[in-house]
Nanobody
Framework: QVQLVESGGGLVQPGGSLRLSCAAS????????MGWYRQAPGKQRELVAA???????NYADSVKGRFTISRDNAKNTVYLQMNSLKPEDTAVYYCKADRVRTTAGWKDYWGQGTQVTVSS
């Protein structure tokens, strides 16, 4: 069984920074794409950023230039460095691992979510 454990959320003032981490554990052979999504109250979950095993990245327009996604393939861990945070970045942030290969085959997994609140 694969588990994704997120950390790093919290309360920060506008203009501040936070770094989220998500570690995947289990009998993992490979992970195709790792990404971060967020869901604010009353809104749909949206993609924030994603990164392939080869290091190709994709960002939502709303976070380009402020957020940076990175990945350590050896540790099956993905990071999200969030700078210049705005109140509209407030949401629950979820980690997702796409096409995780284990002895049972290929499957997608989600983390439990971590709250990020940007407020003065």
């Amino acid at each position: 069984q694969v588990q994704l454990v997120e950390s790093g959320g919290g309360l920060v003032q506008p203009g501040g920074s936070l770094r989220l981490s998500c570690a995947a554990s289990g009998s993992i052979f490979s992970i195709n794409v790792m990404g971060w999504y967020r869901q604010a109250p009353g809104k749909q979950r949206e993609l924030v950023a994603a990164i392939t095993s080869g290091g190709n990245t994709n960002y939502a327009d709303s976070v380009k230039g402020r957020f940076t996604i990175s990945r350590d393939n050896a540790k099956n861990t993905v990071y999200l460095q969030m700078n210049s945070l705005k109140p509209e970045d407030t949401a629950v942030y979820y980690c997702k691992a796409d096409r995780v290969r284990t002895t049972a085959g290929w499957k997608d997994y989600w983390g439990q979510g971590t709250q990020v609140t940007v407020s003065s």
